[in-house]
């Protein structure tokens, strides 16, 4: 069985602070890792991609991975009350062709002003 | 650019009608994708299109049916939905279609009356 699992949260985090999201998957051959970040009513956005084990940094979000403990995380500095949404980990188990993206629970994100 | 388009941006349609969602990519991203999300859920994989074929049907109810007329559209045809099949239906595109990262568009937002 392909899962992903996330804390639903809501995680709160003061405004300029680091916010910290945490995700296992189930399958250890697993190649592609993605964060998207979705407000209320609105469709998910990419924030981050990552393929390799290590950490990868784009502006304010770094991405990391450990294939061995099967485990993704996203650390966003200087939270900005903008950065309040539901944050999705998703996970692309498929080993050849195209393959659809199993996405974990989501965890709500609120910046405290 | 990263843009895909979908139309309409919401629906509402009774038990016995026969609709049609479209989504539109100019990226020439070779898969595409249809997601349905219920409330406060994670987006859930409907089917994937590779190079115009169907390539993953993830047991959809055929009251469900989607068509690639060319590289860059694909519908996704309803008739005789359930209210239970009320939710957000997202339409993505790849431009790999070996675990590349997935582009979402805005959403469709139907109802089942």
């Known amino acids: 069985q392909k899962e992903v699992e996330q804390n639903s949260g809501p995680l709160s985090v003061p405004e300029g602070a680091i916010a910290s999201l945490n995700c296992t998957y189930s399958d250890r051959v697993s190649q592609s890792f993605f964060w998207y970040r979705q407000y209320s009513g609105k469709s998910p956005e990419l924030i981050m991609s990552?393929?390799?084990?290590g950490d990868k940094e784009d502006g304010r979000f770094t991405a990391q991975l450990n294939k061995a403990s099967q485990y993704v995380s996203l650390l966003i500095r200087d939270s900005q009350p903008s950065d309040s949404a539901t944050y999705l980990c998703?996970?692309?188990f498929g080993g050849g062709g195209a393959d659809g993206l199993t996405f974990g629970k989501g965890t709500h994100l609120i910046i405290q002003p | 650019d990263t843009e895909v388009t979908q139309t309409p941006k919401h629906l509402v349609m009774g038990m016995t009608n026969k609709k049609s969602l479209k989504c539109e990519q100019h990226m020439g991203h070779r898969a595409m994708y249809w997601y349905k999300q219920k409330a406060k859920k994670p987006p859930e994989l409907m089917f994937v299109y590779s190079y115009e074929k169907l390539s993953i049907n993830e047991s959809v109810p055929s009251r469900f049916s989607p068509e690639c007329p060319n590289s860059s559209l694909l519908n996704l045809h309803l008739h005789a939905l359930q209210p239970e099949d009320s939710a957000l239906y997202l339409c993505?595109?790849?431009?790999?279609?070996?675990?590349?990262?997935?582009?979402f568009g805005p959403g469709t937002r139907l109802l089942v009356l």
């Open positions: 990552i393929y390799s084990n």
């Open positions: 998703a996970v692309n």
């Open positions: 993505a595109s790849s431009p790999e279609d070996r675990g590349g990262t997935q582009y």
